[in-house]
């Protein structure tokens, strides 16, 4: 199969595969915590597992990448079976409505799709040319975002004093998590290259051996924990009663809970990523990043702390924008930096923090939330993004040259366990 051949089809399959990611995206960051909040009444340490449950895929990347590359799988029969699981945890979801269920199959479906990324990245680095990644990947992301707000509209609505009927849009969650196996499947891939690693923390080696590399971790480690600690208050902040968030005197429903957090935000993803994936192609990376960093700063002060529908929509606009640029430069960014044969190792690092992150942030969140007002832990955050965008100043003169450089490096170096 020639290179054009397995573009092709990647990105056929991929658009499809979209529609179905979309719907799961408004699960993962929208209706499972919404779900845990107003049917369950779930605690705390309930709510913030559910909300970094996803992490716990980010934090088992280095381990399935290597169980993948031992066991010779293609790449993208390895990811199809991971979706796979994931439907049967939503299905189980929607027949055994118990809260340990609901928390517990959370986790597990959240896992796979997490899980799935580094090994995703891998399939994008072949199929994909390098010139064209990021426009190719934003074309299918815009596809993803379209359905993830068009959904999170009507499941909002399907939920808007039905409450009751969250049960089906479990079973909805199956149903994509089962395509998206299908349409994974059928993408080109080939088994992973031996990196003579016998432990699934030998990808580590690259933090220590290539700088560019380990500064970047540090700063995406500042950012990550104030946005994954901040995002998930969003849908508490508007559906917890005890915030005083309302409008015209009445407390948010579902619908509208659903339209501020999802529909706005994912519009403003959908008008603005086919923008920043031609930038993600031509621009400085790290000057990208840094201003990323600022729409999330400008984004978390106009939600939390101006405390009308005005400053929530444009928070929620500034989230969208900030988040149309980030899914290009935190899924392909290592793609720039990484020799081509070890870009699942780097993403497979790169995603481990995050998972770090992604379980400690949100339990930090929920923790804090009830002793703080979410305007202070708003400030909090915008301190650790500017910490962010310090470590990434330095490297600026690296921004389009890291991988000829520090990368090739690292290829050189020799192999240790």
Known sequence: MTVSDATRITYHYEKW????????????????????????????????LVAGGGSV??????????????????????????????????????????????????????????????????????????RERGKLFS?????????????????????????????????????????????????????????????????????????????TIISWMFLGFATLMMAPLRVEYLANPRYGVRVHGNVLTAGMVALITGVIPNVARLTLNPVWGRLFDRMNFFVLRITLNFGFMLGILSFFTTGNLTGLVVGAILFGVSNAGADVAWSL????????????????????????????APLVAFCLVSRLQPQLLGWISVGLIVIACLFLVPEIKFGKTARSAAAALVEEAPESN
């Open 333 to 360: 960014w290592v793609t720039k930096f990484a020799p081509p044969q070890r870009v699942a190792d780097y993403m497979s690092v790169h995603i481990f923090f995050t998972g770090v992150r992604g379980v400690v």
């Open 139 to 215: 074309r299918t992301m815009m596809l993803r975002i379209g359905t993830t707000a068009l959904f999170s509209d009507l499941a909002g609505r399907l939920l808007s004093g039905h409450i009751s009927r969250s049960r089906y849009l479990l079973v909805i969650f199956a149903v994509a998590s089962g395509f998206g196996a299908f349409c994974l499947s059928r993408c080109p891939s080939r088994p992973l290259s031996d990196s003579g690693g016998t432990h699934p923390f030998h990808a580590f080696r690259f933090l220590r051996e290539d700088r560019i590399f380990r500064q």
């Open 17 to 48: 595969r979209a529609l179905a990611a979309g719907i799961l995206e408004a699960a993962a960051s929208i209706f499972l915590l919404l779900i845990a909040v107003r049917w369950y009444d779930a605690g705390a340490y309930a709510k913030a």
């Open 57 to 130: 895929g980010s934090l088992l990347g280095p381990w399935l990448v290597l169980r993948v590359e031992n066991a010779g799988w293609p790449v993208s029969k390895a990811t199809a079976r991971l979706a796979a699981i994931g439907a049967i945890s939503f299905l189980m979801m929607a027949v055994v409505p118990v809260l340990p269920v609901f928390v517990l199959g959370s986790i597990v479906s959240l896992t796979t799709i997490s899980a799935a990324i580094p090994l995703m990245t891998q399939i994008y680095q072949e199929n994909y040319p390098e």
